[in-house]
């Protein structure tokens, strides 16, 4: 059992910068991986940033790649999301989420979810 919890969230201008971050507690992982999803009004959730567990390896989505980063610290206990160069579309709730090795070779489900932090960029 595994509670994540993200903060970072707010109203920015377009061209400007967030660093979402997401606190696991209670049980730890010791292998699968952390990710971020979205949600903006009307649409469905859709993947952003994912990191795995042991090595560290990241993943995309084309619509982010090369404005956000993923990354991990505080003995992997806690994801980044480091944003630069929001754009409007970029509006959504952002929320935290983890799975384990057997869920990711499976194509499961995601296992744990976050209540989710609202970015908000203007124009």
């Known amino acids: 059992q595994v509670q994540l919890v993200e903060s970072g969230g707010g109203l920015v201008q377009a061209g400007g910068s967030l660093r979402l971050s997401c606190a696991a507690s209670?049980?730890?992982?010791?292998?699968?991986?952390m990710g971020w999803f979205r949600q903006a009004p009307g649409k469905e959730r859709e993947f952003v940033a994912a990191?795995?567990?042991?090595?560290?390896?990241?993943y995309y989505a084309d619509s982010v790649k090369g404005r956000f980063t993923i990354s991990r610290a505080n003995a992997k206990n806690t994801v980044y999301l480091q944003m630069i160069s929001l754009k409007p579309e970029d509006t959504a709730v952002y929320y935290c989420?983890?799975?384990?090795?057997?869920?990711?070779?499976?194509?499961?489900?995601?296992?744990?979810w976050g209540q989710g932090t609202q970015v908000t960029v203007s124009s």
């Open positions: 989420a983890a799975r384990t090795l057997a869920t990711r070779l499976t194509s499961g489900p995601w296992d744990y």
């Open positions: 990191i795995y567990w042991m090595s560290d390896l990241t």
């Open positions: 209670g049980r730890t992982f010791s292998n699968g991986d």
